[in-house]
C-alpha cells in the first residue's frame, strides 16, 4: 500500500515557464510534508518542507502548497531553468513516535526542462 | 558544519558474494542514521533506521541487515547476495531531536551479476 503517490513518473516544461509537481497522500497522520531533488547518480537533497498546519510555503522560486482536506501536495516552480532538471520526489512524515520521523518517499518525477 | 560520506560509489558483485556498504557522519553526536534503496520504479524504500549505538530496526525483510558499531557509523551488509539487491543504496542521517529534515549521501550503485 504506497501511502505516498507520485502519479506523474515524467513532467516536461519549456524554460521560463511553470513547473508543478503533485504529490498525494492517503495517511491523515502525516504531520510534515518534504520535496527533494535527484540528480543522476547522486543523493538526494533537500529542497523545501511544510508542515501540517500551513497550507503553503515559499523559498524563491519554489513554493509548496498543502491540501490538507484533499490530502494533496504540489510543488511549484517559477520560472523553471534548465538546471531544475532532475527527480523531484515528495515525502511525508508521520509525527516522531514510534518510527522516530521515518520519511515515506513518494516514487518520484523526473523533470525536464527545456531551453 | 556536519557531512556524510559512504563508499564505495560503485560496486559490482557476483550473485552470492558478501556485501558492505559503510557511511560515516562528521560534524554531529548521536544522529538518527538511515538506509535506503533507491530501485527502478519504486523510489526510495527505507531499510533500515538506527537511533543509537547498537539499536537498529528493518522496515522490510529482505536479505540485507545493518550494524552501528559507533555512534556516526552505519553499516549495511549481506552475506550472500541475490540479483534483487541491485540498486542504488543511500545512506540518511537526521539530528536526534527537533529537526524533521534528513540529509542524504552521496549513494552507492550496486550490480549484482
Known amino acids: 500500500d504506497q501511502q505516498v503517490k507520485q502519479n506523474s513518473p515524467s513532467l516536461s516544461v519549456q524554460e521560463g515557464r511553470i513547473s508543478i509537481l503533485n504529490c498525494d497522500y492517503t495517511?491523515?497522520?502525516?504531520?510534515?510534508f518534504l520535496w527533494y531533488k535527484k540528480y543522476p547518480a547522486e543523493g538526494p537533497t533537500f529542497l523545501i518542507s511544510i508542515s501540517s498546519i500551513k497550507d503553503k510555503n515559499e523559498d524563491g522560486r519554489f513554493t509548496v502548497f498543502l491540501n490538507k482536506s484533499a490530502k494533496h501536495l504540489s510543488l511549484h516552480i517559477v520560472p523553471s531553468q534548465p538546471g531544475d532538471s532532475a527527480v523531484y520526489f515528495c515525502?511525508?512524515?508521520?509525527?516522531?513516535?514510534?518510527?522516530?520521523?521515518?520519511?515515506?518517499f513518494g516514487k518520484g518525477t523526473k523533470l525536464s526542462v527545456k531551453p | 558544519s556536519q557531512t556524510i560520506h559512504q563508499w564505495p560509489a560503485t560496486l559490482v558483485q557476483p550473485v552470492g558474494s558478501p556485501l558492505s556498504l559503510e557511511c560515516t557522519v562528521e560534524g554531529t553526536s548521536n544522529p538518527n542514521l538511515y538506509w535506503y534503496r533507491q530501485a527502478a520504479g519504486r523510489g526510495l524504500q527505507l531499510l533500515f533506521y538506527s537511533v543509537g549505538i547498537g539499536q537498529i530496526s528493518s522496515e522490510v525483510p529482505q536479505n540485507l541487515s545493518a550494524s552501528r558499531p559507533q555512534d556516526r557509523q552505519f553499516i549495511l551488509s549481506s552475506k550472500k547476495l541475490l540479483l534483487s539487491d541491485s540498486g542504488f543504496y543511500l545512506c540518511?542521517?537526521?539530528?536526534?531531536?527537533?529537526?524533521?529534515?534528513?540529509?542524504f549521501g552521496e549513494g552507492s550503485w550496486l550490480t549484482v551479476v
Open positions: 495517511n491523515s497522520m502525516f504531520d510534515y
Open positions: 515525502a511525508a512524515r508521520k509525527g516522531w513516535g514510534g518510527s522516530q520521523g521515518n520519511l515515506i
Open positions: 540518511a542521517w537526521r539530528p536526534g531531536q527537533g529537526v524533521n529534515t534528513i540529509y
